[in-house]
């Protein structure tokens, strides 16, 4: 592997030179310039990151923590930050929480030994003290993204706000004669698990409809709570005639169990998802669900930290979600 100094003798310039020439100094000669790079094509040279990041204390990487890549929501976010990530000029490291807060942590200060220049969370929960030491220390540039843990001041956040498409959910459900709508709601402790809960109960109210407790399912963002909570539902008396499952995971998991017991949806009954996915379109039947923009959200999120990276103010983003209508609560087939 060919060396600064091999670069410089090949070009018959120095080795500040050919740093010179590297980081685009403007006091170097067209002539000069031209026999550095093309040295430095004929080596085929590489410049030593590592060494680079010591003299700029930049790495040109930063941070991705999401609470479940294998949740097609944030395996997609994860891509569009990637590639307006590399557009930039940055690279991009990932670590996956798996919803548990222990692991967050863990790779949040791996990333830091890494020394990342910026770093993207979507936090498992709000109690993690070593986030919140690494906010007040601001040893980091921070952006949340999707989810955020109130009262961080300081730390923009770049989410979709589903609290009117979760309206026009309920108004849907309602226009199409669902009366009895249960939830499978998010982990409280989780901002989007309590903002969906909160839309869907307030959602319900303006009609005149109340929310039962016994209409809450209990869920984790994960395919096995959604069977549980739907397994839950028809064990009442008086089941429920629409389900509302607060991601997609937990959608999937109610219409396994659903199908296991013989249902059919939406003709026994109806069933809708927060976090459309590319497949929900060919279930069977496709399934009714709420859109986030995701590739924007992460697009957004890399520009904010971008920001804040360079030295320049960083926005909070809200973006807004939307209602797909499909098969699964009823609609008639043209729709």
């Excluded at 479940?68 to 690279?91: H, I, K, Q, W």
């Excluded at 969370?121 to 109690?127: T, Y």
Aim: charged share 25%.
């Amino acid at each position: 592997m060919a060396s600064i100094k091999d670069v410089a003798a090949r070009a018959g310039v120095s080795a500040a030179t050919v740093s010179r020439v590297l980081n685009e100094h403007p006091a170097v000669s067209p002539d000069t310039r031209a026999r550095v790079l093309a040295a430095v094509a004929e080596l085929e040279y590489r410049p030593n990151a590592l060494a680079r990041s010591l003299r700029t204390a930049q790495t040109r990487t930063i941070g991705l923590v999401v609470s479940d890549v294998l949740n097609p929501f944030f395996t997609e976010l994860a891509r569009a930050v990637e590639d307006e990530a590399r557009a930039l000029g940055y690279s991009v490291v990932i670590g996956n929480a798996d919803e548990q807060p222990r692991l967050q942590d863990h790779h949040i200060a791996t990333l830091l030994d890494r020394r990342i220049d910026g770093l993207l969370l979507s936090p498992a929960d709000g109690a993690s003290p070593l986030l919140r030491e690494t906010v007040r220390e601001g040893s980091v540039p921070l952006v949340f993204v999707d989810r955020w843990i109130p009262g961080l001041d300081g730390v923009p956040v770049v989410r979709a706000d589903g609290c009117a498409a979760i309206r026009d959910l309920v108004r849907h459900l309602h226009a199409l004669g669902r009366r009895r709508l249960a939830i499978i709601a998010g982990p409280a402790a989780t901002t989007t698990g309590r903002e969906r809960i909160g839309a869907f109960r307030a959602a319900l109210a303006e009609l005149g409809l109340t929310l039962p407790q016994e209409y809450i399912g209990q869920g984790d963002f994960q395919a096995d709570s959604g069977r549980r909570s739907a397994a839950g539902f028809l064990e009442l008396p008086e089941p429920p005639d629409a389900v509302f499952a607060a991601d997609n995971l937990m959608a999937l998991g109610a219409l396994d169990e659903f199908r296991g017991r013989g249902l059919r949806v939406p003709e026994d009954i109806a069933l809708a998802a927060f976090d459309d996915i590319p497949w929900f379109p060919h279930t069977a039947p496709p399934i009714t669900a709420i859109a986030q923009p995701t590739r924007e959200l992460g697009r957004a999120a890399v520009r904010a930290l971008a920001d804040r990276i360079e030295g320049r103010t960083a926005s909070s983003v809200t973006l807004s979600a939307r209602l797909v209508a499909r098969r699964s609560c009823g609609e008639p087939e043209r729709t």
